[in-house]
């Protein structure tokens, strides 16, 4: 199962907080949170959805980029080629 960082918002400034928990974890203790906390992560989960959609948008988006295809084109001409996922 992967792990994910946390950032504490309301740490001390002084506080350096560097630590990671599981999904499982983090569900564990949502019923722990006031309701204003489970309101606090819920609108981020919110706000990181969104941006996964309009990520997702700006992709399936078939309008022509010349620019974008020049940058490509230049790129590959010079030696680099595409991310393969797979490699990662």
Not at 43 to 56: F, H, I, T, Y
Not at 58 to 84: H, N, Q, T, W, Y
């Amino acid at each position: 199962m992967g792990k994910v960082s946390i950032s504490l918002a309301d740490k001390l400034p002084t506080e350096d907080y560097n630590f990671a928990v599981s999904a499982s974890e983090i569900i564990k203790e949502l019923p722990k949170l006031s309701e204003a906390e489970r309101r606090a992560v819920f609108n981020k989960l919110c706000e990181l959805a969104e941006g996964d959609r309009r990520w997702e948008e700006i992709i399936d988006d078939e309008r022509p980029r010349p620019k974008l295809d020049a940058f490509v084109e230049k790129a590959r001409a010079e030696g680099s080629e595409p991310l393969d996922l797979n490699k990662l």
